[in-house]
Structure formats: C-alpha cells, structure tokens
C-alpha cells in the first residue's frame, strides 16, 4: 500500500502528536489548519481534511461528502451523534468508506466509572469525604448508610460496549441484571428486553443505570413521569447523556426522598450551571463527564487508531466499525 | 438436644433481638445483666454468662476460663485479638470447646470497601465530591487524575477471608496481583508468598492493599523504612488495622508524593485525634471504620449466629471455626 495521507483534528499533547507520527509512519499526518483555534472545533470544516485519504478526529460531515479520496474515518469518541443521519451513512456504504467510532477506547473506564459511582454510594464515601473535612469519625451513621451490592435489582439502560463490559465488572455481586435496548439481537451478554418493556421493571429495580446514546428516541427517556416510576429509596445513575433525563425531577424526587441517591457523570447544558439545586442536594453526587477519561487518555486514543489504520491497511476486519 | 441457654453482650435494636428469639427458639436468650452500660464493654464480666451453654458477642476470657456449662462461643466480630492467647485456645481445645469469629460476616463488606477505596481513587471522585461544593465542573483536571485499574501490579498484605473475597471481586480487572501471609498454605486463590518476602515486592507495586490482622507481629509492619520501599506514586490502603502502620510516616510520604493517595478505614486509636495531618491532606481519605458495616448489620449478624448455631446443635461442620 501506498503511504496515506492521515488528516487529524484532535488536539495532541506533543508526546502524543509524536507518537502519532511514529506509530502511523510510513504514512503521513497532516493537522488541521489551525488558523484559528475555531479550526479545530469539533466538525467544522478544514480545507487540508480533503487532501486525505484517513479523516481523524471530529471530521466536518460536508468534508467527508465533498472528499473523492477518504477511504478510512476514525472517530475520536464513542458517540457519534453529528454522523448518524442517513444520507451520511449512505454515501460512506455506496462509497465504500470505512467508517469506525472509538467506543472499545471508552468502554473500559466508562465501566469502571459506573461501579465506581455505584460502590461509593454503596459505602458512603462520599458522605465520609465531606465529613473529613470536618475532622468527623461519623462511624455508626456511615455503617448505616451502607449496604451490600449482593442481591439487587438492576436495571441498565441501553446496551451497547459500556453495558457489556460493565455487566462484567458487576458479576461477582450476585446481581439481578436486566438490559434494555431499542432492538435484542440475541448476542447479549445479559437477559437483555425491548427498551419498550422496561416501565414494567422500573418499580421493582433498586438500581438503574442510563447508558443511553443520545437520539431523538432517548431525549428526555427519563422524564419525570418515568422516574416516578422507579421504586421508592431507589438509586439512579447517569453515565449516558446529560439530556436523556429530566434534571428538574430528578432534583424533586430527590429532595422528596423518592430517589434515594442520584450520580451524574453527565448533564445538559455541561457544565450544569452554576446555580442548579443538582449540584447542592445532598443525595446527588456529580462526576463532571469523566467517565471515559484517564490522565493518558491521548495516547490511548493514538495507539487505537494507529492499531485500527494498522487493520486497515491490511484487509483486516476493523475495530468499533459503525458503516 | 435439649433447649440451650445463649448468653450474649451484643447489643441488638429491638427488631433484631427479637429476630434472635425468634430464629434461636426453642434455646433461650439471656441478655447480659446491665446494671451499667459498662457491663455491656466487650469482654467484660457478666455473671450471667456463667449459666449459659453458648455465649454470643464479646465475653470475657475469665467467664469463659471459669464457666463449667459453656459449649460454643460466637464472637460477633471477625478480629479476635482478645482471644489469641495460647492458654485460653488451649484450654477451649482440651474441653471440646467450639470457638467461632465472624469472618465471613465481614469479608463481603469489607471486599466491596476494599474494591470501593480503590476505585474511588481510580476515577478521582473524592476530588468530584469535593469541587461539588463550589459548583465546579473541573472536566480536564479530574479526567487526567483518573487511572485504568488494568495491568497494575497489586500486594495484598494478609491472606484471609477478606483478600480472598476481594481476588474475586478484583478478578475482572487483568491485575498482576500476590497476597502475602505468614504462613502459605497452598490453598489460595491467587499468588501466595510468605510474607518476610513482602520487601522484595513493595518497590514494585502500584497498589498495596493493607487487610493484616492485629497482632504483636503485624504491630507497625508498614512502619517508615517499609513505606519508604514503595515505589514512588504508589497507592496503600488499609482496611486491616490502625496500628499495623505509621500514621505519622504516612503523612510525610504523602506530603513528599512517595505516596499517591491513601486511603484508610482503621486508625490508630480511632477515632483519629481531630488535629492529626491525615485527615486534611487532600491525598488522604478517611472513612471512619466502615468497611464492615451495613445499615441491616445486625440483621445478618442474628442471621448468621442463628445458622451456626443450628449447625451446632445437629453436629455439623461450623461456619468461620477457629478453635
């Protein structure tokens, strides 16, 4: 194979940009036009994107349809909300054009968040953070806001790489784990049902999960008549996106004890402003959309494009490939 | 068998002590005599207890050396330091004594603790639970404070109920991880060494779970020449004991980055006096001897003291047997 033209709009830390550079040689990474920070926005367009045979980053979708070369795009995140129409997805299969998002990058600190978020409100940690600040040996009070994972009720929205792995991580707890997602296909790793039937199950779940994507179909999924679904004393948390759910219910039901815990690594508008009773309640714990994150998270995102351009170059079968 | 007399010092709410009477009938519940709530100190004096055939909760080793009708005691706790003498085993052993803690009580808590501790610091959310209080939504900062749990290499110190149940609950994860206890036994679940090899080991750990039971030999094994063979940025938790390591030398490694984070459920003594330097450095978190507490704690501990003492009563094999 020829050397390719790699274009990238992801902004590297220079190690990463090196290693970039280095793990793709013999081919050639071209960076976006940086006349101006805006350049690099997240799907705004760059002239250079069309000399390229690789798009990387967060292409423009108008450079994508205009480019006659592109043949390979890698997608920096998991989600891939501005790429999801049909007329996009269409032409990349008409064409030929390899397509992938970056979930199998994410998916593993996404899973490790969700448990996070669940053992710490399992074992009162935050309430022994902030009373640490206090010098506070809160001991019989932290003991009896505590409780054992094992037994429970779960209910996980959406199932998708996080989900999978998740489910996973959640097995040595002798949970009772029910998925939902718009369509079974019979691969699941869990009982997995229509997303149809889950108001069925939401009264009966001590633990829901939301690992919804974003979609005209999951906007506001947990609207306050939804949520007054749930189980009283239930747990609620939020590792999908921010605007699948109704904060200004969540924030009633929490304060009516309906709810009785609330984690967020997500909300809508991000970040949640300033003066939103979310962030003061005292049962409501917010993680500020770190989940898919670690401190060497670009040069994670490198070495998964470089491996997944290294299958491309070779014919093989690549990794997260969406069309 | 005919109806047995149970003394205990545990104190019980009455909902649990009714569930006593309930799960133990037909035998026959004599709480101890409080003419003072100083009768009700773990281990002290109760001539009640002399009456008894099964004694439940924290007595006195002079009761139990002087009493001619007692068959089998319960602690209701999983250390037993007060008991681990040579001429009271001894003396249990030569009259046929049953003698059970309540190990396996406690490791499932203490596990998800564990697991707890670590993964909190995984996904930097007591800093999140912190930066709440201002309403501060630090995206970049907390996403390069979080680590990957996978590949790191991980000691445990001690090997017993606890390390055991957390291996399972950290199997998911693709660790590199030995226990170490003072005498291997072939029969563990993961890597064992004795643990005078733990030395050769700590300059490579990320990880270093502390779970040592209380002991004269375990007293201040991680004192500061031990810690100071970490390697540097490494991370020690203790769920075991407070005084199985220097409080004081923990402060100053974390003050100086040889130490991470640490994260410590047992203090020495507890609870940690106000004005120690632990409980404001930020790299330090606390939670006040929670590890085996859950708010329905003295629920499973009625449940689990009626089960072995069922399994007494028809001669079978006991649950978490010492002597």
Known sequence: MEPLAIWTNQKLDPASADLMR?????HRVIEARATSASNLVAGSRDPAALDAEVLHGQPSVEDILESTKVRFIQLSSAGYTRYDRP????????????????????????????????????RAIP???????????????????SFLLHGQKVVIAGYGAIPRRLVELLAPYSLD??????????????RTLPISEIDDHLPH?????????????TNRFFDRDRLMKFKPGAIYLNIGRGDTNDQDA??????????????????????????????????????PHTAGGTFDESHRMVEHFASNLGRFARGERLTDQIA
Not at 22 to 26: E, K, S
Not at 98 to 120: G, I, K, R, T, W
Request: proline share 6%; hydrophobic share 45%; with cysteine.
């Open 22 to 26: 280095r793990l793709t040689a013999p």
């Open 177 to 190: 784990i029910t998925a939902f997602r718009r369509t079974v296909r019979g691969d699941e790793t869990v």
């Open 205 to 217: 779940a001590n633990i829901v999960f939301n690992i919804l994507p974003a979609a005209t179909s």
């Open 250 to 287: 969540l924030a009633e039901l929490l304060k009516s004890n309906h709810l009785s815990r609330v984690f967020l690594d997500v909300t809508s508008p991000e970040p949640l402003p300033k003066d939103h009773a979310l962030w003061t309640i005292p049962t409501c714990h917010i993680t």
């Open 87 to 122: 007329d996009l997805l269409d032409n990349l299969k008409s064409r030929g054009i390899a397509f992938c998002n970056a979930s199998s990058l994410y998916s593993e600190p996404c899973a490790q968040h969700a448990l996070a978020m669940l053992l710490s409100i399992a």
């Open 127 to 145: 309430q022994a953070v902030r009373e640490q600040a206090d010098a506070h040996w809160n001991y019989l009070s932290l003991r009896g806001q």
